[in-house]
């Protein structure tokens, strides 16, 4: 099950289109680009929302805004076209290329290529591990973590389960992604205490494969059938996940429980209002891309990059720029209507209208 959204998938679709389309680049027409600067290389358009409605468009004006020629690609969930839009951006000019790799594997071969051509790349929002990227630009993701796990523990108190020793289950990111490792090293950092304490018993836990929502909805169906139903909270690592809970809790006919997750998308802030979920992850995006943008003007234009910390990637310490996450919920839903981060038209609508009273 995908996020919710007014339109449906042929807005989803939609999007996705314009927002291709409007990534070709200062130069004109994709077919007549020869000669670029710099590249971003985006996953795909399912996973998360975010890749259409932010990353795509904010990265696009910041070049434009600074006069480069650029390309912004999307890999649609396809390794070997992410690597293939790589060596057509080295092709074409580029003289640094951000990297949002679908998986460490596929970063590392394209910044391998990159750099046997004389290309600088940046991670961009995932690490690459072993990867030869000059720079990383992403949130905390490890406190990305811990505010799920300190989210589903206040949830798991507000109802009145967190004295009655809950089952928690854990349907995790995909394994290949090290995004999702370093989230789940911040939330078990809050709930391994309370399953070694017995506060909590641990439950399943499944890492959930390429970031799938319908493998995650099989997942956790399988995941009820095991226990019985007997699962009193999710840590579900992103709102897509959580969406599967949903579709499962809903389908078998199960009350609500803590679900958490991450993106602050439109569905997910629908759920959180509806009370089917406890919480989201809110990562600026603008913030993120105009950070890694900016990274990229000055490493283009020969300026010195500002950096706020380093990430080991597993072979050496990479220079980073690391951005703050919130933690959204009933009470501070209204944040993303007011950075301009969702539209309230997104979300109150149809059968959510009546959650957004007095907003």
Same mark, same amino acid.
């Given at each position: 099950?995908?996020?919710?959204?007014?339109?449906?998938?042929?807005?989803?679709?939609?999007?996705?289109?314009?927002?291709?389309?409007?990534?070709?680049?200062?130069?004109?027409?994709?077919?007549?680009?020869?000669?670029?600067?710099?590249?971003?290389?985006?996953?795909?358009?399912?996973?998360?929302?975010?890749?259409?409605?932010?990353?795509?468009?904010?990265?696009?004006?910041?070049?434009?805004?600074?006069?480069?020629?650029?390309?912004?690609?999307?890999?649609?969930?396809?390794?070997?076209?992410?690597?293939?839009?790589?060596?057509?951006?080295?092709?074409?000019?580029?003289?640094?290329?951000?990297?949002?790799?679908?998986?460490?594997? !596929?970063?590392?071969?394209?910044?391998?290529?990159?750099?046997?051509?004389?290309?600088?790349?940046?991670?961009?929002?995932?690490?690459?591990?072993?990867?030869?990227?000059?720079?990383?630009?992403?949130?905390?993701?490890?406190?990305?973590?811990?505010?799920?796990?300190?989210?589903?523990?206040?949830?798991?108190?507000?109802?009145?389960?967190?004295?009655?020793?809950?089952?928690?289950?854990?349907?995790?990111?995909?394994? !290949?992604?090290?995004?999702?490792?370093?989230?789940?090293?911040?939330?078990?950092?809050?709930?391994?205490?309370?399953?070694?304490?017995? !506060?909590?018993?641990?439950?399943?836990?499944?890492?959930?494969?390429?970031?799938?929502?319908?493998?995650?909805?099989?997942?956790?169906?399988?995941?009820?059938?095991?226990?019985?139903?007997?699962?009193?909270?999710?840590?579900?690592?992103?709102?897509?996940?959580?969406?599967?809970?949903?579709?499962?809790?809903?389908?078998?006919?199960?009350?609500?429980?803590?679900?958490?997750?991450?993106?602050? !998308?439109?569905?997910?802030?629908?759920?959180?209002?509806?009370?089917?979920?406890?919480?989201?992850?809110?990562?600026?995006?603008?913030?993120?891309?105009?950070?890694?943008?900016?990274?990229?003007?000055?490493?283009?234009?020969?300026?010195?990059?500002?950096?706020?910390?380093?990430?080991?990637?597993?072979?050496?310490?990479?220079?980073?720029?690391?951005?703050?996450?919130?933690?959204?919920?009933?009470?501070?839903?209204?944040?993303?209507?007011?950075?301009?981060?969702?539209?309230?038209?997104?979300?109150?609508?149809?059968?959510?209208?009546?959650?957004?009273?007095?907003?």
């Amino acid at each position: 099950m995908k996020p919710s959204f007014p339109s449906g998938g042929i807005w989803v679709l939609a999007l996705a289109a314009i927002g291709l389309v409007a990534a070709v680049g200062a130069s004109g027409a994709a077919a007549s680009t020869k000669k670029i600067q710099v590249c971003a290389l985006l996953p795909d358009t399912t996973t998360s929302v975010r890749y259409v409605l932010f990353d795509a468009p904010d990265l696009s004006k910041a070049f434009k805004a600074a006069g480069l020629k650029y390309r912004v690609l999307n890999a649609q969930g396809s390794t070997s076209t992410q690597i293939s839009q790589a060596e057509q951006c080295i092709t074409n000019g580029a003289k640094v290329i951000l990297v949002d790799a679908l998986d460490s594997g !596929t970063g590392a071969t394209i910044e391998a290529n990159a750099a046997a051509a004389g290309v600088k790349t940046i991670d961009y929002d995932r690490l690459v591990l072993k990867g030869k990227a000059s720079y990383y630009v992403s949130f905390n993701n490890v406190k990305v973590g811990e505010l799920m796990g300190k989210g589903l523990v206040d949830a798991l108190k507000a109802n009145g389960m967190y004295s009655k020793h809950p089952v928690v289950a854990e349907l995790n990111g995909a394994p !290949t992604d090290n995004n999702a490792t370093l989230f789940a090293k911040g939330y078990n950092s809050v709930l391994n205490p309370l399953y070694n304490d017995g !506060t909590f018993v641990k439950g399943p836990n499944q890492s959930v494969t390429a970031w799938n929502n319908q493998v995650a909805l099989t997942d956790f169906q399988a995941m009820l059938a095991k226990t019985n139903n007997k699962i009193d909270a999710v840590l579900a690592a992103n709102d897509g996940l959580a969406s599967s809970v949903v579709s499962a809790l809903k389908s078998a006919k199960l009350n609500p429980v803590p679900v958490t997750g991450q993106d602050a !998308t439109p569905g997910g802030v629908q759920y959180i209002l509806a009370g089917w979920q406890s919480g989201t992850v809110y990562k600026p995006v603008p913030v993120e891309a105009a950070a890694a943008s900016r990274v990229a003007i000055d490493m283009i234009k020969g300026k010195p990059v500002k950096t706020n910390g380093t990430t080991s990637n597993g072979v050496r310490k990479v220079p980073s720029v690391l951005e703050t996450p919130i933690w959204v919920t009933k009470k501070n839903y209204t944040l993303l209507f007011k950075q301009g981060f969702l539209k309230k038209s997104q979300v109150c609508v149809g059968d959510y209208a009546q959650f957004c009273a007095g907003t």
